[in-house]
């Protein structure tokens, strides 16, 4: 019996699909499937039963789930005492960014991770905040902010801060937006975001309580593409006020009105993997530098 065979089988239990299992575990659904009967066999006892809903525990399977979750935690325990022998963390963070490296403090971040604990690499992979769940879940990524506090009760969140937010415009219409409040600002046409982006809620918000319907020019989900349409003049748009003062003067856009409304920053992991050396020191290192 080998342990990859017990974690094969733990994470089809808890994910009740073969397919979704063998993403989460970064392999081969065939593989998982090979690892699922040799451990049947090797026991002689069915595990799962298969239903229209997908993979389901037997009775037996459901016994001996919670021993083979307690051998891999046992395993996950005893290597967080090894790094802690050896003094810190050792191995790769695969961090989930949301939007832009400067306003998450990813040099920072970056900085203090190599000082207090040099055997830990970063990667940094673009994640959408909608995405950050489904990355978490799949094994895509070890952390990853989000401007979204999750419905899923096995991710846990924390609260790092709160996001300035600026209407922005074309250097060309800021006299035209001088003092401008909601009522002149809902005269203009506007860069919009799709359903699941987080500007699309404050945008919404926005224009609810001004009691107008926005006039859409285009609807985009990337920050990038947000900039590119307002500096062509397209319409207004909003992001963080932090980006719209660091790129103003190359994309020729100005910053005209500060919104009331923020978004909330947060850090999300899975419950599971809490006690997790490596993400332990990721986690108190980013809180750190966001204190």
């Known amino acids: 019996m080998e342990l990859y065979q017990l974690a094969s089988f ?13 993403a989460r575990l970064n392999v081969s ?7 699922i009967k040799a451990l049947e066999e090797e026991l002689g006892i069915t595990l799962f039963q298969r239903t ?8 037996e399977g459901e016994r001996l789930k919670e021993k083979a979750g307690g ?39 970056h900085s203090l991770l190599s000082r207090r604990y040099p055997g830990l690499s970063l990667v940094v992979k673009e994640t959408m905040s909608w995405d950050v769940v489904s990355e978490l879940r799949s094994g895509g990524i070890d952390l990853g902010f989000s401007y979204f506090l999750p419905e899923d ?5 924390r609260l790092l801060g ?25 005269e203009f046409p506007w860069v919009w975001t799709s359903d699941h982006c ?14 107008a319907r926005p006039k859409k ?19 207004l748009g909003v992001m963080p006020l932090s980006k719209a003062n660091e790129v103003a003067s190359a994309y020729g856009i100005a910053p005209v009105m500060l919104l009331e409304k923020r978004l909330s920053l947060y850090l999300l992991s899975l419950g599971k993997r809490d006690g997790e050396m490596n993400l332990t020191a990721m986690k108190d290192v980013i809180g750190e530098v966001w204190t």
Do not use: C, Y
């Open 217 to 235: 020019t285009v609807v985009v989900d990337q920050e990038s593409a947000i900039l590119k349409f307002v500096a062509d003049e397209v319409g």
């Open 10 to 22: 733990v994470a089809v239990a808890e994910e009740g699909n073969m397919t979704r299992a063998a």
């Open 153 to 157: 009760d096995g991710v846990e969140a």
């Open 198 to 211: 987080p500007m699309n809620r404050v945008l919404t918000a926005l224009f609810a309580d001004i009691g």
């Open 52 to 59: 229209s809903k997908g993979m389901e525990l037997t009775g």
């Open 29 to 35: 659904q065939p593989a998982v499937s090979a690892q």
């Open 71 to 109: 051998v891999l935690r046992g395993m996950a325990d005893f290597r967080n005492e090894a790094e802690r022998i050896v003094g810190g963390g050792h191995g790769v963070i695969t961090l989930g960014a949301n939007t832009d490296p400067r306003l998450l403090r990813l040099k920072e971040v």
């Open 162 to 186: 709160e996001i300035e937010l600026a209407v922005v415009a074309p250097e060309a219409w800021r006299e035209a937006l001088a003092d401008a409040d909601a009522g002149k600002i809902a």
